[in-house]
């Protein structure tokens, strides 16, 4: 390594940028040298004066600088570009979400980070990320069994971001809650089908325009393609106040679940969950965390974009593989 101290620079100062800066603040190892952003870097008031403020398109004057560079921007307009964009000049990590084109968007990073002998670590959080990890592991260990996923109850951001582009929509923001019954029954041991609209809800919370006709906001919302639906969803309409008061936090969480048969034919149930009070705050601690895990494989000389599922889970951590066999093995 080139020092003791692994040195990150921030690409985006957004909710998520601002995690990032909190989560470094509590690893030991970790110094923030930098943060990039598209705005006037005048602009942006970091709790620490100190920490130096950079315009992106002038990152690549700064490689030598940075160990790791986290990147927190968008999955839908910023990382596509920013990705590769930056592995030219950087070891990095991302958030990059949209599940689909998760194969795309790696072998985009992956071509530029070996090209120019970088370590990328892409689709790093919760999911994808840790509850990627557990689906492995759960298909793994049980291989006749099903896999499960459910989320919230929590924030969606995309889908909030939709209700706030219907016509006559002030303001709004729209929860995924999990249908009890059916997280029920896999516990259960059941191995129960389920469709998309039996497995979640959607309830959105929505602040209306002035004159705007509420029973047509809500049948824009429900019957919304690709995003509401295909769910059984309730629209709640309430003050501008209220949705200020009640609703300004980001929590999240869910569940991934894995229920089948071991060997003999026994019922089997492994659960893996998060109960997040904030959705960036955990996603920036994943991050900050996986940053670690960026620049030892790239100690050991390997290149290229990787994902959770390449990563050891020991070069997350800060103590030596002697201290982890010793208290957490």
Known sequence: MASSTLRIGIAGYGNLGRGVLAAIAQQSDMQLVGVFTR?????????????????????????????VM????????????????????????????????IPQYFEAVDEVA??????????????????????????????SGTNYTFWGKGVSQGHSDAIRHVAGVKGGVQYTVPV?????????????????????????YVVLQPGADAKRVEHDIATMPDYFADYD?????????????????????GFVLRSG???????????????????PGFTASVLVAYARAAWRMKATGQ????????????????????????ELL
Request: hydrophobic content about 30%.
């Open 180 to 204: 009890q019954a059916a997280l029920e029954q896999v516990r259960a041991g059941r191995n129960p089908t389920l469709s998309t609209r039996q497995k979640h809800t959607r309830e959105c």
């Open 114 to 143: 070996r090209t120019h002998k970088h370590l990328s670590l892409i689709s790093i959080g919760w999911d994808p990320g840790l509850f990627s990890v557990n689906r492995v592991m759960g298909e793994s260990i049980l291989p």
């Open 261 to 279: 048969q071991s060997g003999h034919g026994d019922s089997q149930v492994i659960e893996f969950s998060l109960k997040l009070a904030s959705n």
């Open 233 to 253: 969803t309730t629209v709640h309409f309430i003050s501008e106040e209220a949705l200020k008061r009640d609703h300004s936090g980001m929590p999240h969480g």
């Open 303 to 326: 290149t290229g974009a990787r994902t959770a599922l390449d990563v050891a889970p020991g070069w997350l951590s800060p103590k030596s593989a002697e201290l982890l066999r010793k």
């Open 70 to 101: 986290i990147l927190c921007g968008g999955s839908k307009d910023d990382l596509p570009v920013q990705g590769p964009q930056l592995a030219q000049w950087f070891n990095t990590v991302d958030s990059f979400d949209t599940h689909p084109k």
């Open 39 to 67: 705005r006037d870097p005048s602009s942006l008031q970091l709790p620490d004066s100190s920490i130096p403020v950079h315009r992106l398109q002038d990152a690549s004057s700064h490689q030598h600088d940075i160990d």
